[in-house]
């Protein structure tokens, strides 16, 4: 009998990834007992400073965003009880267009074949039975998101590993909901600007075509915590605004497409695991 544990690993691009789309499910499967491992491939120096100041402003230190990121994840993976954290470190890229995307060392310019190796390394370390990572899009076109997708495909090619594999997604009707408390606790009463509505009805998946809906409700909690860890970065503030029971309602079922599978569970699922135990 075999008996290493199932093992959950997320493939995430930045610190504070783990908590925004697969929080819930860390949360839910350690304490179900599983083994989870997150993967942060980049040093998230393309954050936000203190005080909330840009890459690229005055004051703006990439390295010491990068060691103030480093603690935050460290706390987030506490809160969640992620069990291995592992980094690769490659440079963050910064959002699509940025002069980072190019910099030397930058994740969206590392070959996929070099940085897939390091992560095969990790995979047959682990050797995970279920993966979890972004679309080919990373989801809304962030380049290292899209270069973790990479990756993560490459590395499995390498390693000859058969886990399961979900990318990370959204239903539309969330997407909907999403827009509504943004203008909500934004203070703004006026109709959506219509760029910013046709970005938003893009992002995500009509609810029919997800094939994974976990709910982790019981461990909204612990999923605010963890992205409260990262309150440095600006982008979070707004969830935290909501309150944690505002929040739970919106983001406490988490949603997958299962893009492979041997195990032959049926579609659609409830558990990342399905057909594994």
């Not at 610190?15 to 989870?36: F, I, K, N, Q, W």
């Not at 095969?120 to 682990?126: K, M």
Request: glycine share 10%.
């Amino acid at each position: 009998m075999n008996d290493r544990p199932l093992t959950l690993m997320a493939v995430h691009a930045h610190p504070d990834d783990e908590a925004t789309s697969t929080g819930g499910v860390l949360a839910r499967y350690a304490a179900e007992g599983v083994r989870t491992v997150l993967v942060t491939c980049t040093d998230g120096a393309c954050g936000d400073g203190p005080g909330g100041v840009k890459p690229g402003d005055p004051g703006h230190d990439p390295a010491a965003v990068a060691r103030m990121r480093r603690q935050e994840l460290e706390a987030s993976c506490e809160v969640l009880k992620i069990g291995h954290l592992e980094t690769l470190d490659h440079a963050d890229s910064g959002m699509m267009g940025w002069p980072a995307n190019d910099a030397p060392g930058s994740f969206w310019r590392t070959p996929v074949e070099e940085a897939g190796a390091r992560l095969a390394e990790l995979f047959r370390r682990y050797q995970p039975d279920v993966v979890v990572t972004y679309d080919e899009n990373g989801f809304y076109g962030h380049p290292d998101h899209i270069q973790a997708n990479r990756v993560t495909t490459a590395a499995l090619e390498i390693s000859g590993l058969t886990p399961k594999v979900y990318w990370t997604t959204a239903p539309r009707s969330m997407m909907r909901r999403f827009g509504e408390l943004m203008r909500e606790f934004g203070g703004v009463e006026q109709e959506p600007d219509p760029e910013e509505a046709a970005v938003l009805a893009e992002i995500g998946l009509p609810d029919e075509e997800i094939t994974t809906w976990v709910d982790t409700t019981a461990f909204g909690g612990q999923k605010f915590d963890a992205l409260a860890a990262h309150a440095s970065q600006g982008e979070n503030i707004f969830f935290l605004k909501m309150g944690q029971e505002r929040f739970t309602e919106l983001m406490g079922v988490e949603t997958f497409v299962r893009v492979r599978d041997t195990t032959g569970a049926a579609l659609p699922e409830n558990d990342l695991f399905a057909g594994l135990r």
